[in-house]
């Protein structure tokens, strides 16, 4: 029995101190506090590389869980919607959210029994052996103890020195640090997608309303020289001119409609378990949104990027697994410790009254000696793998400061803009305004007021499109910077 307490206690502080966690984070890599020095030029100031600090053990948060199942609307019922409601139903049903989601559910799983391979397992043998009897001891086979042979056994099994299992275990952890990073990314790269389909729908709405007013612009320029005509003012070619850019107007409001129906079923598709769910958007096409400082994005995008968070913990996780690669040419100690009967009766006694319960306490050291190199090529292999995380994870690194650039300065371009748009929009409906009047007055002719109709049908589809775009531009931007 102090055999039995001397082995059980050794294995399992042994196990215990195994299988403390490592310093690696088991949730994505937080921001990091210090930023690493380069250098910059007088026309270009110095960027840090993103993710070149050092990295924290972050708080604990609350796991990934399953989305919740989609209540469906009673049956007609139309649903009006803003953008966050659009974004959270998007989430529910966007296959690349919910591969990465259950992605990660997996790998943290992964740990849980990457965790439990370090302790000590317990397990119970039941067998019962018969030998046909030959009038000697064992029976006819002599390897046997007996005709009859009861085995009964509580069996405890655990690792005293395993170092390619502890390995493994912080190999899962890093595991799960990309599967969480690579969650993060479907969750921006979705709400990219859901800002285009969104405020493109609402784009197409206002592009109907802007053909709508074109096509009764192209009327009431049809009714004015038809009038023109019968007062002999107006050439009939005039009337004619008249009726062709109606006849446009027509068509471009056929296609603007066509064209809102496809932006309303594509995004139907993505929002709603159910063809055909009814719904309307909330238009906040107009509302302001403020672009910050470069510094501010820089500083945003550099802490807290998916992106790198899994090139960072893509090479962990690579460096973990060459570790666990080279822990397969150490030797490994592992324990048994055995409680039960092994014998010819079941019973606690023999006839004789000897005790027949009891236990037995065993611990065996593996030595690996030679496999023809396949050890020595799987770390071959776990080297070229982390030499391909660091290359890409430098990479992603340089990529990320020039989309930063080039998104942030086609925002900020798309910023500017607005307002001489919208000014556009302005002179255009002036500008068609006095032209009506000078051809009333006789003094502009029947192809300049089209001119000016159709100036102004573009420029306002032209203000539209422009507003679409700066959202665009601020989706993309925060794709690489999270939500400002």
């Not at 502080?13 to 007088?42: D, K, V």
């Not at 799960?176 to 729908?201: C, D, F, S």
């Not at 409680?339 to 006694?349: P, R």
Request: aromatic residues 8%.
């Amino acid at each position: 029995m102090k055999l039995k307490l001397t082995f059980a206690t050794l294995a399992i502080c042994l196990a215990a101190r195994a299988q403390a966690p490592p310093q690696y984070p088991t949730q994505p890599i937080p921001h990091p506090t210090e930023q690493a020095p380069t250098t910059g030029t007088q026309q270009t100031p110095a960027v840090p590389m993103p993710g070149a600090q050092p990295i924290a053990n972050p708080a604990p948060r609350p796991g990934l869980q399953p989305l919740a199942p989609y209540t469906p609307p009673a049956p007609g019922t139309s649903l009006n919607l803003n953008f966050t409601s659009a974004l959270q139903l998007a989430q529910q049903y966007s296959q690349q959210i919910l591969g990465a989601s259950y992605g990660a559910l997996v790998a943290r799983e992964d740990v849980v029994q990457a965790k439990a391979a370090l302790l000590p397992t317990p397990s119970a043998f039941n067998q019962f052996i018969y030998t046909q009897p030959n009038g000697t001891p064992s029976g006819i086979f002599v390897s046997n103890d007996g005709p009859h042979v009861y085995n009964q056994w509580m069996v405890v099994h655990g690792d005293i020195y395993a170092p390619a299992k502890i390995a493994d275990y912080r190999r899962a952890i890093a595991a799960e640090a990309v599967a969480r990073a690579r969650y993060a990314i479907a969750t921006r790269g979705l709400l990219a997608v859901v800002v285009q389909n969104y405020y493109g729908m609402l784009t197409a709405q206002r592009k109907v309303v802007y053909a709508q007013e074109g096509v009764s612009d192209a009327e009431q320029f049809l009714a004015i020289t038809q009038k023109l005509e019968a007062g002999g003012e107006a050439a009939h070619a005039d009337v004619v001119k008249a009726e062709l850019q109606l006849e446009q107007r027509r068509a471009d409001l056929a296609n603007a409609q066509l064209d809102l129906e496809k932006a309303r079923i594509g995004f139907g598709v993505m929002l709603f378990p159910n063809y055909g769910q009814l719904y309307t958007l909330e238009d906040d096409l107009e509302r302001s949104l403020v672009l910050p400082p470069l510094a501010d994005v820089r500083r945003l995008a550099t802490t807290n990027n998916p992106d790198i968070r899994a090139a960072e913990a893509t090479v962990q996780l690579q460096r973990y697994e060459l570790r666990s690669n080279r822990a397969l040419l150490y030797p490994q100690l592992s324990f048994d410790y055995f409680y039960g009967i092994n014998a010819n009766q079941y019973a606690l006694h023999d006839p004789e009254g000897h005790n027949l319960l009891g236990s037995v306490a065993q611990a065996q050291m593996t030595v690996p000696i030679w496999n023809w190199g396949a050890t020595r090529s799987k770390i071959k292999q776990s080297e070229f793998r982390l030499q391909q995380a660091q290359t890409e994870l430098s990479l992603a690194q340089r990529q990320l400061l020039g989309n930063l650039d080039a998104f942030y300065e086609e925002a900020k371009l798309a910023h500017d803009l607005i307002d001489s748009l919208r000014r556009a929009v302005t002179l255009a409906t002036e500008n068609l305004r006095l032209t009506n009047l000078r051809y009333q007055a006789g003094e502009a002719t029947a192809l300049e007021v089209v001119d000016a109709q159709t100036t102004l049908l573009q420029a306002r589809n032209t203000l539209a499109d422009g507003l679409l775009r700066y959202r665009m531009a601020l989706a993309n931007l925060q794709t690489l910077t999270g939500v400002f």
